[in-house]
């Protein structure tokens, strides 16, 4: 069960590492000059970081986990605030969305962090 949980985890970070690898090649490097240069660049780099954390939950779970739950969390807090104060956001569907992968990784986070202390993480796909 431990293995489908950590490849939901990937796909997740997948798909949004891959938006927002597509917005910077789309649009050019920096693309959502709506925002604030401080968080145009943190989303633009993002990208990387969430396809990284994908990689680093086959190859060693728990360096994955504490970097997918930073990604997660800080994506969460500056997503809010540009949909709050900074009203920079049209709709607030991709940031419920945000919210709800936090809390199924929080919830999953804790249980796999003991799963299978003993079983190397690279045999997710054997």
Partial sequence: MDKFVVFLL???LTI??????????VDGFLP?????????IYWSVLGILDLLAAYLLIRHRRVGLVLMLLLLVTNV???SHAQYTLEVLDNNTALQM???????SIGVSIWLWSARKHQQ???IFR
């Fill in 32 to 40: 959502y000059d709506f925002a604030p240069r401080w968080l145009n």
């Fill in 10 to 12: 990937c796909l997740f």
């Fill in 121 to 123: 993480s690279r045999q």
């Fill in 98 to 104: 945000k919210t709800l992968f936090l809390g199924f």
């Fill in 16 to 25: 949004g590492g891959v938006a927002h690898i597509y917005d910077n090649v």
């Fill in 77 to 79: 807090i500056f997503s």
